[in-house]
């Protein structure tokens, strides 16, 4: 691993192509990891029908949201703080960041796996596998961002492949025992399985016994971070519930049925922002001045692309999409307009979060994520209320599309106060 002094006296030529092969592991990691949830979702689908699918769905938003719980308070400061650092610096953060994530999965998951207990029927079932399998999941997550932090995206691309590759026969054997639960501990199991490969591929072991430590050394950031990603998922989730109160259960998989279909493009999205926020604070090093215009080209290339998938999805005879998601298909197609409109906004704003994350704006980058939350799931759920699930879709797409507009503002100032400082140090020195 090369020093920080060694990296800026690289020619441009040579720090492009860095550059570019960061992003395209970043890229090739993602598509691992979203070509294998895209099975599960797909196989799901057509294996169980749309009530089941949506219990899946309900369970899957509830990761999503102990996922960045972890992020939040693990593997955010770890990327912000240790990325492109020497290896003997990485090493121990990386060891003290992956046991932070798997002590959040081992007491989240025991916190599901009670709750799940007593909920009791096929809801309380899929909320008590979860649980089981939660400190695998987190884990594994931990080690992709551990070896972005690196700069070896190569590691966490067979890592993911990995995972792809165990998944396979764990869902043939899920297929035999059919159920929800059966998929989840599937899905959930062969996480397990590359998170045991994660520590053998960088040689660290996490030390949850170091999560003290960790949380308590980066606090200021990771209390802000856990609140900003907890704030975005917990908004996902209240709106699956709340639309699951309102609709009806099977409107919720119809919703992640529409979402399935933006899969490729939510691969690169993704993919992208597994580097992005340390590409945009070697950004912030080198060329400060550069930076929002970094986060301009990140943010509209995101959107402009996914304007394009959502277009081509519409062009999708319906024999072809119902081959692919059964049942799902009939409602989830008639959703993709709002859906693609509503990934466009967020693939916007994600480069303006780059920057924020960037300039360690912790404040303005926690503010923006509230506002952006609260507009979700009003919109969401006050979509739902006029007009079911199309209305939470439509109102969906407009909070996202106001809270990108948010996330700007606050970036635009969070760069003049940026040129401000370093002014007054320039005239102070």
């Known amino acids: 691993m090369t020093t920080e002094e060694e990296r800026t006296t690289r020619p441009a030529g040579s720090a492009r192509r860095a550059l570019a092969g960061r992003l395209s592991w970043g890229l090739a990691d993602q598509a691992a990891s979203s070509i294998s949830n895209f099975a599960v979702g797909i196989y799901v689908a057509r294996s169980l029908g749309l009530t089941a699918f949506g219990l899946f769905s309900l369970a899957w938003v509830t990761y999503g949201v102990v996922l960045n719980v972890s992020r939040g308070l693990a593997t955010d400061p770890l ?28 007491a989240l998951g025991a916190a599901s796996l009670a709750a799940g207990l007593a909920l009791g029927g096929a809801l309380g079932t899929a909320f008590a596998c979860l649980g089981v399998v939660l400190p695998g999941l ?21 890592n993911d492949v990995v995972w792809a590759v165990a998944l396979v026969p764990a869902l043939v054997a899920a297929a035999r025992v059919g159920g929800v639960p059966a998929f989840l501990l599937a899905w959930g199991g062969s996480a397990a399985v590359a998170a045991a490969y994660g520590c053998v591929q960088s040689g660290v072991r996490p ?53 399935l279909l933006l899969g490729p493009f939510l691969a690169v999205l993704m993919g992208l922002s597994l580097v992005t926020v340390a590409e945009a604070a070697r950004v912030l090093r080198r060329a400060p001045h550069r930076l929002g215009t970094f986060c301009l080209l990140l943010g509209g290339g995101q959107a402009v692309a996914a304007l ?40 916007l704003g994600t480069g303006a979060a780059a920057g924020l994350r960037a300039l360690g704006a912790a404040r303005r980058s926690l503010r923006s994520q509230l506002v952006a939350s609260a507009c979700y799931v009003a919109g969401g759920l006050g979509g739902a209320a006029l007009a079911g699930t199309s209305g939470s879709a439509w109102g969906v797409a407009a909070a996202t599309s106001a809270g990108s507009a948010v996330w700007w503002l606050h970036l635009r100032s969070a760069l003049r106060e940026n040129h401000e400082n370093s002014l007054t140090e320039a005239r102070t020195s």
């Open 79 to 106: 990327v912000v703080r240790f990325s492109g650092v020497p290896d003997a610096d990485w090493r121990p953060a990386a060891a003290r960041a992956s046991g932070t994530a798997l002590g959040v999965g081992a």
């Open 207 to 259: 030390r949850p016994g170091g999560a003290r430590a960790w949380l308590r050394d980066h606090r200021d950031l990771g209390s802000r971070y856990l609140v900003e990603n907890v704030t975005n998922s917990g908004a996902s989730q209240l709106r699956a519930y709340g639309l699951g109160a309102i609709v009806g259960v099977g409107a919720v998989g119809v919703v992640r049925g529409a979402e």
């Open 138 to 158: 987190l884990l594994q997550d931990a080690w992709r961002f551990a070896f972005f932090a690196a700069g070896d995206g190569r590691k966490a691309f067979v």
């Open 308 to 347: 394009l998938w959502g277009g081509a999805l519409l062009l999708v005879p319906d024999a072809a999409g119902a081959f692919v998601l059964g049942d799902v298909w009939s409602g989830a197609s008639g959703l993709v307009v709002p859906v693609t409109v509503g990934v466009a906004a967020a693939g």
